[in-house]
Structures are given as structure tokens and as C-alpha cells.
């Protein structure tokens, strides 16, 4: 057990500690530092420009969008997609690395926002605000985590490069979606987004390397369901 703990340290633990540090001083430099300086200086023109340009089609479209990344539908197609590819696959890895990188991204999500308060642009907002800071967006670090995740997974059970190309196409359309929706709707600046697009594809980075890597050893356990032979016991 010895040996799991320390992977569970140096493969989960410190990276995201790390990455939880730098985005408190990404939303420190945002909100204090920098906040008077370009570009920082322009985000709420950006959303005074995109409130302007608001249509009623391009609503409905920014509310799919959203919708996509809310917390019920991540919830929900976080499990659905957990389930099929237990079911597909006959084993854990690919399902715990899914659940692990939509959790993380949630957790550092949570924390970043007790520490930097950041209030929402200065525009109509097409949502109910939640109580969070606007700092980061959580819609957009969610779409990212588990739309990438599911990219990740499916380039990896695909050999054809065209196909490869089409799963990441087709699923990095929506994060960016989110992330646009969310500028859009006028729940969070630019730089918000930005933040949660290095917090969600590096929590998929961290549990991909921790996860899926089957030349980590996690000393004599296994991952549930994996039928790599244990390492040997030290004597």
C-alpha cells in the first residue's frame, strides 16, 4: 500500500496542487494585478459587443450550448458514458479515468472560486448567476474536462487517423461552444473562459497519465477491473 500512496501523491495529489495554485495567482494576476492593463482592459467591451449582437436564433443556440455544460447534463452524461464503456470495454480504467477528470476539474473549480471573488460582466445576464465568482467558468472547465476526456478515449480505441480527427473536431466544438455561450450570455468574461480551458484539459492530462498509462505501477494493487498481473511484493 506503501507504493500506491506514493503514486497517488506524485501522479494525483501534487499535479493538482499545482494546478490549483496557479489558478489562484492566474485569478490573483487577473482580478488585482493586471486588472488596469490590456487586454484585461477591453474584456468588458468584448461583452458589451457580444450582448449587442444578441438574436433570437443565436440564443436559442447559445442556450443549447449551455445546457450541454450544466451541471445536471455533466452529471448526467459523465455517468451514462461511464456505464457504456464499462459494459463496452469489460473493465474500470477508461470509466475511472472519465469520472477522475470531470471530479478534478470540479474540485479545483470550487476552490479557485473561494479564493479570488470576481463579479459577473456588466451586462444583462441571460442566467440566473450562481453564487460562484465569475472566476473561473465552471460550465466551460466541465465541457472541457469531459468532452476532451471522451476524445481522448475514443482516439485511442481508433486507428483510422481520419476518425481520430473527426472525434476531436466533433468534440472540441463543444467546449468551445460553452466557452463563447458563456461570454454570450453575459456570465463571464474572457479571461474566465481562457482559465478554464488550462483547468479542465489539465486535469484530463493529470488523470490520463495517471490512469490510462498502463506502464504506471501503483506497487501490488490494481486498478479495478485491470488484468495487468500485480507487481511483485519486495522482499
Same mark, same amino acid.
Given at each position: 500500500m506503501s507504493d500506491t500512496v506514493v503514486q497517488i501523491v506524485r501522479r494525483v495529489l501534487?499535479?493538482?496542487s499545482?494546478?490549483?495554485g496557479v489558478m489562484v495567482l492566474l485569478g490573483v494576476l487577473v482580478t488585482r494585478v493586471f486588472a488596469r492593463t490590456w487586454p484585461f482592459t477591453v474584456e468588458d467591451a468584448v461583452n458589451r459587443e457580444l450582448a449587442a449582437?444578441?438574436?433570437?436564433?443565436?440564443?436559442? #443556440?447559445? /442556450?443549447?450550448?449551455?445546457t450541454l455544460a450544466s451541471t445536471q447534463m455533466i452529471v448526467v452524461v459523465t455517468v451514462l458514458v461511464a456505464l457504456g464503456l464499462r459494459l463496452w470495454l469489460k473493465r474500470w480504467r477508461e470509466p475511472l479515468f472519465l469520472c477522475a477528470a470531470v471530479t478534478a476539474q470540479a474540485l479545483v473549480f470550487l476552490l479557485t472560486t473561494l479564493a479570488i471573488d470576481r463579479r459577473?460582466?456588466?451586462?444583462?445576464?441571460?442566467d440566473v448567476s450562481p453564487p460562484t465568482s465569475s472566476f473561473p467558468s465552471g460550465h466551460t472547465s466541465a465541457?472541457?474536462?469531459?468532452y476532451v476526456g471522451i476524445a481522448v478515449l475514443l482516439a485511442l480505441r481508433t486507428r483510422s487517423t481520419g476518425a481520430k480527427v473527426a472525434w476531436w473536431t466533433?468534440?472540441?466544438? #463543444?467546449? /468551445?461552444?460553452?466557452?463563447?455561450?458563456?461570454?454570450?450570455?453575459?456570465?463571464?468574461?474572457p479571461s474566465d473562459?481562457?482559465?478554464?480551458?488550462?483547468?479542465?484539459?489539465?486535469c484530463v492530462a493529470i488523470m490520463?497519465?495517471?490512469v490510462l498509462d498502463r506502464g504506471v505501477r501503483w506497487g501490488r494493487a490494481k486498478l479495478p477491473g485491470d488484468r495487468r498481473p500485480a507487481a511483485p511484493a519486495r522482499t
Open positions: 501534487l499535479p493538482m499545482l494546478l490549483l449582437d444578441r438574436t433570437p436564433a443565436w440564443n436559442d #443556440v447559445s /442556450l443549447v450550448f449551455s459577473r460582466p456588466a451586462v444583462e445576464h441571460m465541457a472541457m474536462a469531459l466533433l468534440l472540441l466544438v #463543444v467546449p /468551445l461552444g460553452v466557452a463563447l455561450t458563456r461570454m454570450y450570455r453575459g456570465m463571464h468574461h473562459v481562457v482559465a478554464s480551458f488550462l483547468n479542465g484539459g489539465t490520463a497519465r495517471s
